[in-house]
């Protein structure tokens, strides 16, 4: 039965607490107040679609209903008002609504050329951002004023690659960069985005995996480091460009070479003993590095390098093994932490070091015979180091649960209260 057009808020609010169907008649009422609404939008799910279309309905929550009801929200007669208004579309609509509206497939056409041209800079860009425009919007946006625009533009995949060959003469070295990203260009745009003045255009010529070896070669003995970085990380490069690149001077460039996974194995072991410690480290955590990277990484005078190699659970069992009988305790602390080998961990358990064998007890590999070792062990370090592992024998632990120290004591009740007992 349709509501009276005259019924006062407070009828209507009590109303809407009785059911969903009073509620849904009481969220299409021209009297229902903001706070009703608001009401209404927290308790009464049947409501929203409603609620998102009511142009006199708070901003704030239209904008809350947006992102629930956005075709709902498309058909509210105060949309077009905003977007016609005078620059309140960027404003009145968040960036990431704005963008999920123009991608939602029931947008009306006139939103997306209203924000095409609309008065603000971010907010075409947004539009073009827009997963499909059409072909006369988009080229329009790829001639923007605004480089900000254009740039967007020019990474559209649908825009027509002479449209965006033809901004490589652009002033801006922003669309320059968006357009070296691009994987359509000619040979010849290609190369002259290569020789462009600006170093980020060159550095996204140099990431993109569709320029030629050629120009890659020129690009790996640029003068900007960041340049070389981006072909150090192509995994276009040929083989023999990388292993060059393992000797360039630039820390930033071996870095990014070891975590290409393209780089080859004869790169890898140059910079598995290279003098900054954080390219071993990449180096020696490559997924294809080879046994011999891991070996001449172990056989180096500096501890750092010899404790990267301890740390790689890849590295070979001979490799964990001699590191095993390694001077200095880091050292074979890490190897007792992580070698999936039993007779390495069976020769760490009884090191003379307490915190190889404190490691060992946190070792996933290690068998509840060791850890019952370790678990009569004279340190309380190490006692308390194998009450806290989970694959230490129940026999073991309740031992453990009276041990003289109060630290071993702690960790073995709370292991046994995890297990239910």
């Known amino acids: 039965m349709p509501l009276d057009p005259d019924a006062n808020p407070q009828w209507l609010g009590h109303l809407a607490r009785q059911g969903a169907e009073a509620a849904v008649e009481v969220a299409q009422h021209a009297n229902a107040t903001p706070r009703i609404l608001r009401w209404l939008a927290r308790n009464c799910p049947d ?23 956005p075709d709902a929200f498309l058909e509210n007669p105060a949309l077009g008002r905003l977007a016609r208004g005078q620059g309140e579309l960027a404003r009145s609509l968040p960036r990431g609504l704005l963008a999920m509206l123009l ?10 050329q209203t924000a095409a041209t609309h008065p603000h800079p971010r907010t075409r860009a947004e539009t073009a951002h ?6 006369l ?47 359509d260009l000619s040979p010849e745009v290609r190369a002259a985005l290569a020789r462009d003045p600006a170093p980020w255009v060159r550095q996204m010529t140099a990431e993109n995996p569709t320029t030629p070896p050629a120009l890659l070669e020129a690009l790996a003995a640029d003068e900007g480091r960041w340049v070389r970085t981006g072909v150090a990380e192509n995994a276009a490069a040929s083989p023999a460009l990388l292993l060059a690149m393992a000797r360039d001077p630039e820390r930033w460039v071996r870095m990014r070479l070891a975590r290409n996974r393209a780089t080859p194995p004869e790169a890898l072991i140059v910079l598995a003993t290279d003098a900054d410690a954080d390219v071993r480290h990449a180096a020696l955590h490559h997924p294809d590095a080879p046994a011999e990277a891991f070996e001449r990484a172990a056989a180096s005078p500096e501890a750092s390098t010899r404790s990267h190699v301890a740390s790689a659970a890849r590295a070979p069992a001979a490799v964990h093994l001699r590191l095993a009988r390694d001077v200095d305790p880091v050292v074979r602390g890490r190897v007792a932490a992580i070698t999936p080998s039993l007779d390495v961990l069976t020769r760490l358990v009884g090191d003379l070091h307490v ?3 404190s490691e060992a007890a946190t070792n996933p590999n290690a068998s509840p015979a060791l850890l019952g070792t370790l678990a009569r062990d004279r ?31 702690d960790s073995a009740a709370y292991a046994l209260r995890r297990r239910g007992r």
Do not use: K, M, N, Y
Request: glycine share 4%.
């Open 47 to 69: 409501t929203l679609d409603f609620l998102a279309r009511r142009p006199d309905a708070p901003r704030r929550l239209l904008l809350e209903l947006a992102w629930r009801c």
């Open 103 to 112: 991608d939602h497939p029931g947008r009306p056409a006139w939103f997306v």
């Open 130 to 135: 827009c997963a499909s425009l059409p072909a």
């Open 137 to 183: 919007t988009l080229a329009s946006l790829a001639q923007d004023p605004s480089p900000i625009v254009r740039a967007a533009a020019v990474r559209h995949p649908q825009l027509d690659p002479r449209l965006a060959a033809a901004r490589a003469a652009d002033a801006d070295e922003g669309v320059r960069a968006a357009l070296a990203g691009r994987r």
């Open 355 to 357: 915190h190889v064998r």
């Open 379 to 409: 340190d309380r370090a190490v006692r308390r180091a194998a009450a806290r592992s989970d694959r230490t024998a129940l026999a073991d632990l309740e031992r453990l649960a009276a041990d003289p120290d109060p630290g071993v004591r």
